[in-house]
């Protein structure tokens, strides 16, 4: 789906660096989330924003910060990567006044590999 | 905790013949169940979800079904073709924001 976006598409970084994986939709949806997939373990949610003042913790929030900076952008920050953060990140969206109001639609997705 | 189970981790099938995958969940007040399609290098898409007020839903030739007194739901896929090769998941929620994902199934159509 390519309105919702995401950059880097890869990304490579030592520990102890921050680093910023940024979102982007133009599908107009006010809710955004972040998930790691991680192989064997599917796709877990990190943080998830109802609006640009909403901003909540998912199941895997430690080690990680968000910023909803407008209505189409979503940031996930890593303040200080380590190996184990080393996965591919989906953002998503979803809009609350949709008749389908619970259905997520992904980005292509980071992959972070952290050294 | 919320915990969704999914079964099998990997399934081969010849082509033409029909794929079942198996998800059970943990949570009671759970209501929306979809189920993803991803495919090697890409983002999962929705293919197909189904309610809590509905015991089964056909959408060609997938088919979603429930069992809430058992707390499962299966994902059918019948003349499976190779481009169905892909990675599943399956999905719980009771709400309108939160999933809790199984772990995958590799399905693997072969020729």
């Known amino acids: 789906d390519a309105d919702v976006t995401q950059t880097p598409r890869n990304r490579i970084t030592k520990t102890g660096k921050r680093i910023m994986l940024e979102c982007s939709q133009t599908k107009g949806h006010d809710r955004m989330y972040w998930y790691r997939q991680d192989p064997g373990l599917g796709l877990r949610l990190i943080y998830y924003?109802?609006?640009?003042?909403?901003?909540n913790k998912g199941e895997i929030s430690d080690g990680y910060s968000v910023s909803r900076q407008a209505q189409a952008k979503f940031s996930l920050s890593l303040e200080s990567a380590i190996p184990n953060q080393t996965a591919l990140y989906f953002c998503?969206?979803?809009?609350?006044?949709?008749?389908?109001?619970?259905?997520?639609?992904f980005g292509p997705g980071t992959r972070l590999l952290v050294l | 905790g919320e915990n969704v189970e999914q079964h099998p981790s990997t399934l081969s099938v010849q082509e033409g013949d029909s794929a079942v995958i198996k998800c059970t969940y943990s949570d009671s007040a759970s209501n929306y169940f979809p189920w993803y399609k991803q495919e090697l290098g890409k983002r999962p898409q929705l293919i197909i979800d189904i309610r809590s007020n509905v015991g089964e839903k056909k959408d060609q030739r997938i088919a979603v079904t429930l069992n809430k007194t058992a707390k499962h739901f299966s994902l059918h896929i019948t003349e499976t073709q190779p481009e169905d090769s892909a990675v599943y998941f399956c999905a719980a929620s009771k709400g309108t924001y939160k999933y809790i994902f199984g772990t995958g199934t590799r399905l693997k159509v072969l020729a």
């Open positions: 924003s109802f609006d640009v003042k909403d901003i």
């Open positions: 998503a969206t979803s809009d609350p006044l949709a008749e389908s109001q619970e259905t997520q639609y």
